[in-house]
Structures are given as C-alpha cells and as structure tokens.
C-alpha cells in the first residue's frame, strides 16, 4: 500500500472526499514527524511507536572502489510495531487489547 492508497481507504471508510482524507493522512503524517522531532518518540496504542535514533560516526568501505571512507553521524526515525499490531500480522485470533508499548 502506498500513500494514494491509503488516502483511498481512508476516503472510504469514512465517507470523505479524495481531497478530504488526503489532508487528514497528511495532518498524521506531519503531527507524527514533528512529535518525533519535538519530543524523540511517538507512540500509537495498538499500532506501534516512531522514534528518533541517532547513528554514530563509522567508517565503511566503497563495494566499487574497495577504498574507506568515513560515514557521519546522523539521525533516523524508528518504528517498533506494538504487540497487538505483531499478533495480527502472524494471524493470533487473540490478537486483543493487551500492548506493549
């Protein structure tokens, strides 16, 4: 599923219009980006929690060169599915309210 899809079900599901849900799939994506930025994590019950990861400094190797080169520091976002989202993906019938994040 890629965003337009997504709007789609969206649109669906709720009765609006394409343009409609196309905003409020954005709103969720900008509110979760910038709850991340803000605050390093963002946690949805039932679904999963997206958090801020910083990557150290290293070095690698060019495949084509064989030649080092250094790798810097950066920051990455992260997502760690809930247990409940875990369960329906491997088909558990029990797959309920409890959550672990």
Do not use: Y
């Not at 969206?10 to 219009?17: E, R």
């Not at 910038?34 to 495949?63: C, H, I, M, Y």
């Not at 080169?69 to 309920?96: Q, V, W």
């Amino acid at each position: 599923m890629n965003k337009s899809d997504l709007v789609q079900q969206v649109a669906s599901q709720l009765n609006l219009t394409k343009s409609d849900a196309g905003k409020a799939v954005e709103a969720v994506i900008r509110c979760i980006a910038e709850g991340v930025e803000a605050e390093g994590k963002v946690a949805l019950s039932g679904f999963g929690t997206f958090r801020r990861k910083q990557r150290k400094a290293r070095v690698a190797v060019n495949p084509l060169t064989k030649r080092e080169m250094k790798i810097e520091a950066s920051k990455t976002i992260g997502f760690s599915a809930s247990r409940t989202l875990r369960d329906k993906m491997d088909g558990r019938a029990d797959a309920g309210s409890e959550d672990d994040e």
